[in-house]
T-cell receptor, first 116, second 112 residues
Framework: GAVVSQHPSRVICKSGTSVKIECRSL??????MFWYRQFPKQSLMLMAT?????????EQGVEKDKFLINHASLTLSTLTVTSAHPEDSSFYIC????????????FGEGSRLTVL | LAKTTQPISMDSYEGQEVNITCSHN???????ITWYQQFPSQGPRFIIQ???TKVTNEVASLFIPADRKSSTLSLPRVSLSDTAVYYC?????????????FGAGTRLFVKA
């Protein structure tokens, strides 16, 4: 099946710094990518929908200035957590939707962010 | 968006068949039903997808009644490695604006 890769898988940073997480579709072009965050023992929460070449659409309650999303190409979307704080510590997951077909979603491995 | 409701958790023993039911009373005509599996600290993994009746693949079966207001994921002869959280998602997969809204999921625990 198609592969979606996230990098880094784990990152630890100091409070106040910014962290960038990459999401790549390795063997297909993704017209749409999604970003989620997941706290322990909880479900995935959709943060934003990223369409190549256009601005991301953020879900209600998600700060667009804090969570910057860029989808510059059909194989890469990035999530930048700006001025990170300990409460931003979470598991961030991306998914990519293949254009056409049945629109199956492929998920990345996730990136665990720990803000000290 | 169709909201889904699943049991919070289920227990089973190795070798048993496990059936997890998902309710989606307001499913739309163009919506498909997709099930995902998630292990701790990993992204969800696609299990199966269907629109109506029955779908079977190498790992699971999906039963969808005629009214499509619910669906049942069937895992034959589970093993310890099937311990995971299972999510059902409902949406129009062919729409560019399709969103993936996850419900609470069902935490399956398989015991020896």
């Amino acid at each position: 099946g198609a592969v979606v890769s996230q990098h880094p898988s784990r990152v630890i940073c100091k409070s106040g710094t910014s962290v960038k997480i990459e999401c790549r579709s390795l063997d297909f072009q993704a017209t749409t990518m999604f970003w989620y965050r997941q706290f322990p023992k909880q479900s995935l929460m959709l943060m934003a929908t990223s369409n190549e070449g256009s601005k991301a659409t953020y879900e209600q309650g998600v700060e667009k200035d804090k969570f910057l999303i860029n989808h510059a190409s059909l194989t890469l979307s990035t999530l930048t957590v700006t001025s990170a704080h300990p409460e931003d510590s979470s598991f961030y997951i991306c998914s990519a939707r293949m254009g056409g077909g049945n629109g199956e979603l492929f998920f990345g491995e996730g990136s665990r962010l720990t803000v000290l | 968006l169709a909201k889904t409701t699943q049991p919070i958790s289920m227990d089973s023993y190795e070798g048993q068949e496990v059936n997890i039911t998902c309710s989606h009373n307001n499913i739309a005509t163009n919506d498909y039903i997709t099930w995902y599996q998630q292990f701790p600290s990993q992204g969800p993994r696609f299990i199966i997808q269907g629109y109506k009746t029955k779908v079977t693949n190498e790992v699971a079966s999906l039963f969808i009644p005629a009214d499509r207001k619910s669906s049942t994921l069937s895992l034959p002869r589970v093993s310890l490695s099937d311990t995971a959280v299972y999510y059902c998602l409902v949406g129009d997969m062919n729409t560019g604006g399709f969103k993936t809204i996850f419900g609470a999921g069902t935490r399956l625990f398989v015991k020896a």
